[in-house]
């Protein structure tokens, strides 16, 4: 069994076998890093999980479940993976003992803000900014392995990482909970960065992953933030702003659009949804489907997202 000492590697290493329904030996792999990881404990034993779901073995992910609770920590109980569980009287108490830690954990969470800079920034010169959003079950620390803020520094852009105040699991925050809460805080934390730096008002795109990328559409139809543009990877459910009128004033300010979307990701491809809802209006918008992947990053990620921005500044 191969070793990382990197918790990215090990993680695409997983990501990997899973693309080829190697479910049981990405289990494995994570089991022989626990002691190596051991800040990572929750996230080594949720994906465990995913593959134990994914590959069948219910009683196995039952115990999974039950070790996330007993050890203190709280878990993600509402996805549609986890339906098959549901009636099981093992798999209620899990959800109840998770609850009550979520609530311990809510007690104590606040937003978190992480800001990075161009090279050879100059205070006297105004620059655009990328406010980059984490996808739910995820913190600053698992996003930024995957969407580091060179990708977008190199490009010229300050950097905004936020960090949801709303607790999903032990170490990992989403937005998707609360939209109201979710508008209000990016807002806030973009008007804190606006008044710390030097920020070209009209050069502003959100982007994000799964439900950074629902809440990077959601605040872009919502005003909340006036935006450039948004860059959205798998943004699988419709955030509530979703609606005509909105789509129609983006459509007027000229608020542009990228969605991207695995091939693997679902039989109902919402991405591709959203993305053509938009295109209808006559919202400028592009969609892009990466093969042979699902709820993921695509490998070549940092040139797509270079690509995306580039065409965001298209005027």
Known sequence: MDMFSEYSQLM??????????????GVELLIGHESIF?????????NQLINLMLDENHESALNVHERIVDEGMC????????DPLRDDSRFKAVVEK???????LQANASQKLEVYLPENYDSRKQYPLFVALHGDTNDLAAFQCKWPADYTTRQGY?????????????????????????NAQI???VAHVKQSHSIDDDNVILGGFSGGAIAAIEVALSKSVHVRGVIGLCPSIKPPALTQAAIEQCKQDNTKFV???????????????????????KVACTSHVNLGIGHAYPVD???????????????
């Open 38 to 46: 051991i800040q990572r404990k929750y996230e080594l034993l949720f």
């Open 259 to 281: 969605i991207f979307a695995g091939e693997k990701d679902g039989a109902d491809c919402v991405e591709l949804e959203i993305a053509e809802q938009l295109k209808q209006a």
């Open 158 to 182: 300050i950097t905004l990482y936020i960090q949801s105040s709303q607790v999903i699991c032990t170490n990992g925050y989403g937005w998707v909970p609360d939209f109201a809460i979710t």
């Open 12 to 25: 695409h290493a997983v990501e990997e076998l899973r693309t080829h329904n190697e479910y049981q030996k």
């Open 75 to 82: 878990t993600v109980i509402d996805w549609g993976l986890f």
């Open 187 to 189: 807002a806030e934390a």
């Open 301 to 315: 990620f940092e040139g797509q997202l270079h690509d995306a921005i580039n065409w965001v500044n298209l005027r």
């Open 98 to 104: 998770s609850h009550l830690i979520r609530q311990s």
